[in-house]
């Protein structure tokens, strides 16, 4: 399994020059699997130039590429618009929130609203690929293609889902715009246990985070403590703060890698193998 970081910004799009080499698109990442199929996490701006680049080499994935989103806040579905794979009529795409207890608006709703025409000239309808929108009530399930995933809720204004992939024995973890509250959320870490790669939010130093509370994201700590406490592998920080430059968050990795030497910076343009 191969991850390629295409956004990694939290909250907004950033586009001065001193965020650059971190990056400055929202959350969105590809997958691609030992079998060459691909699926993308969360549908942030990053997403316009993961789908130039898919076009640029001819993918060849037509059917159901699958798009986990791990909830609807702005930052994972505002660059869905922009993403040129989905105005291809020969592509079909499931577009899914996995896991329980929903009670918003439908996933298609919301992508609908985010597209008419006060704040979009295009409609979702009208892109021209095949869309299937998925919410099941189910966390645990296995694809043909021989990928298990598991969802888990965890605690974010509106709520957020975590993902874990696993394929051949390797496991990736997905876990943005999660707030631990007290002591780690305990359901993180069993998401988390002995992944090969863990992808936490680490959107605030932990002096920050004391006068963030409720805002729904964690510290470079936590998400070392998760990676601690789950024995992951190695941790990539993520959901990056939109005032954090990059000299400030190439410090902030330096203070995260004293305390957890696995931890490192998820950069856009990035690409790792599991
Ligand atoms: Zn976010
Ligand atoms: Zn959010």
């Given at each position: ?6 956004g990694t910004r939290g909250s907004?799009?950033v586009?001065?020059?001193?965020f650059?080499?971190v990056g400055g698109n929202t959350s ?148 943005t ?24 939010d680490a959107q605030y ?12 994201h964690?510290?470079w ?16 920080l993520f959901h990056h703060d939109y005032d954090h430059t990059d000299?400030f968050l190439?410090?902030m990795e ?11 910076l998820a950069r856009e ?6």
């Amino acid at each position: 399994m191969k991850v390629t970081f295409y956004g990694t910004r939290g909250s907004t799009p950033v586009s001065e020059r001193d965020f650059l080499q971190v990056g400055g698109n929202t959350s969105c990442i590809l997958v691609t699997f030992d079998t060459g199929r691909i699926a993308i996490l969360d549908a942030g701006t990053g997403i316009r130039k993961l789908g130039n680049d898919l076009m640029a080499c001819s993918h060849e994935q037509y059917d159901n590429i699958y798009i986990g989103l791990s909830h609807t806040h702005w930052d994972h579905i505002q660059g869905f618009p922009f993403f040129k794979l989905a105005y291809d009529p020969r592509r079909h795409f499931t577009i899914s929130i996995c896991g329980k207890e929903r009670h918003a608006n439908s996933l298609e709703s919301i992508l609908t609203t985010q597209m008419q025409h006060e704040y979009f000239p295009v409609p979702l309808d009208k892109m021209g690929s095949a869309l299937t929108f998925w919410e099941p009530d189910i966390t645990s399930y296995t694809v043909p293609s021989g990928v298990s995933i598991i969802a888990s809720k965890h605690n974010h204004p509106g709520g957020a889902y975590g993902y874990r992939l696993e394929e051949g024995g390797k496991t990736l973890v997905y876990c943005t715009d999660v707030e631990h509250g007290e002591g780690i959320d305990q359901g993180v870490v069993a998401l988390s246990r002995d992944a090969d790669l863990l992808i936490h939010d680490a959107q605030y130093t932990p002096d920050e985070l004391k006068e963030k509370k409720g805002w729904g994201h964690s510290s470079w700590e936590q998400a070392g403590e998760v990676a601690e406490q789950a024995r992951v592998k190695r941790l990539a920080l993520f959901h990056h703060d939109y005032d954090h430059t990059d000299d400030f968050l190439f410090n902030m990795e330096k203070e995260c890698q004293k305390r957890f030497p696995q931890a490192f910076l998820a950069r856009e343009g990035l690409e790792t193998e599991l």
